[in-house]
């Protein structure tokens, strides 16, 4: 008996151990990734005292390396693991792998008009348009939470964007370029994963999914690069800076692998836990990108930040504490939303 409660003890030990070494290197992959995302958007590479460099300026070429490299793992993944049977066309995926491709265009563009802090806290006020998409096209209501939350969220992304100090670099202005960008990021993204949603209706694993989107992905963006001539010049950007190559590939294998990990935690975690490692992330994200790159943050602009993520949190505390009380209710009962 003593034996078989240790044995059981030792698994459970090791399997805790395993999942928050994955969910460990998931941060780290992700944090990598910003971090080399501003890296590449907004800094020359090739400076010396007499030449002040060149920068990088189609992220085209980025999607297509992030992509493709998705590609390759997910197929690879597919192939060595057992899947759910296939049973969606495969039409269906371009429409999410185009969305898809112009969400992360218009991410990478963003960083030339706005500070990544800005960006992050524009991903985290997402909601903000859902909720109002929802209530107008949908007539969704929303329980009261929902709408203080959305409200915390707003009041505190606007306290950072309105903050300036005497210091302030120039980099972390917000221009109309940037707003634009960002809408369309935010746009894009919002479709993307509400048609994924649909395609899940085909009993379909989360790496099928990948790989399917990715396939389009990879021939949308080397048919654009073609076109314009644009891979050529990216290539040889690339052979004239070796930095860059590096900074290029390593930012491609921390996407992909950032995608599994996702998928990963999903399953193993949840979407409660999950939600909160990712709002983890971009409140890290935002401290490693002013300590790096040196974006100055006034203190009613770190107030709106602390806001902004209190706010997150205390929306997961209360979806969760909403799905317990629905759990406990009898069969066919059906829960009264409230509208505030």
């Avoid at 060149?54 to 993944?77: H, P, W």
Wanted: proline share 2%; aromatic share 14%.
């Amino acid at each position: 008996m003593l034996q078989a409660m240790q044995a059981s003890w030792c698994q459970a030990s090791c399997s805790f151990s395993t999942s928050r070494g994955k969910t460990t290197l998931k941060q780290i992959s992700y944090l990598t990734w910003g971090v080399l995302q501003e890296r590449v958007m907004t800094r020359t590479y090739g400076a010396t005292e007499t030449d002040p460099g060149e920068k990088f300026k189609d992220s085209q070429f980025l999607v297509f390396m992030n992509r493709i490299l998705a590609f390759t793992v997910a197929g690879l993944y597919c192939a060595l693991t057992k899947q759910p049977r296939h049973g969606a066309p495969m039409y269906k995926y371009s429409f999410a792998s185009l969305s898809n491709i112009l969400s992360s265009w218009c991410q990478y563009e963003a960083l030339k008009y706005i500070s990544f802090p800005t960006q992050v806290l524009a991903k985290a006020s997402k909601v903000i348009p859902v909720m109002l998409m929802g209530k107008l096209v949908s007539r969704k209501s929303y329980e009261y939470w929902e709408y203080l939350t959305a409200a915390l969220i707003s009041v505190g992304v606007s306290m950072f964007l309105l903050s300036s100090g005497p210091d302030r670099h120039l980099s972390t202005v917000t221009t109309f370029s940037g707003v634009v960008l960002l809408a369309g990021y935010i746009l894009f993204d919002s479709f993307t994963s509400n048609w994924q949603d649909a395609l899940f209706t085909y009993k379909m694993s989360s790496v099928q999914m990948m790989f399917g989107v990715n396939v389009f992905s990879c021939l949308f963006t080397v048919g654009s690069l073609l076109e314009q001539g644009a891979l050529l010049e990216s290539a040889r950007f690339m052979a004239r800076h070796s930095e860059f190559a590096v900074h290029a590939v390593l930012l491609s294998v921390c996407s992909a692998c950032g995608q599994l990990f996702i998928f990963y935690t999903i399953s193993q975690f949840g979407a409660a836990v999950f939600t909160i490692i990712m709002t983890l992330r971009q409140a890290f994200a935002i401290l490693l990108s002013c300590l790096i790159y040196g974006h100055a943050v006034t203190v009613v602009g770190g107030l709106g930040v602390a806001v902004v993520f209190a706010a997150l949190f205390l929306r997961v505390y209360a979806r969760s504490r909403m799905k317990k009380r629905v759990k406990k209710l009898p069969v066919g009962e059906v829960p009264v939303q409230k509208v505030w």
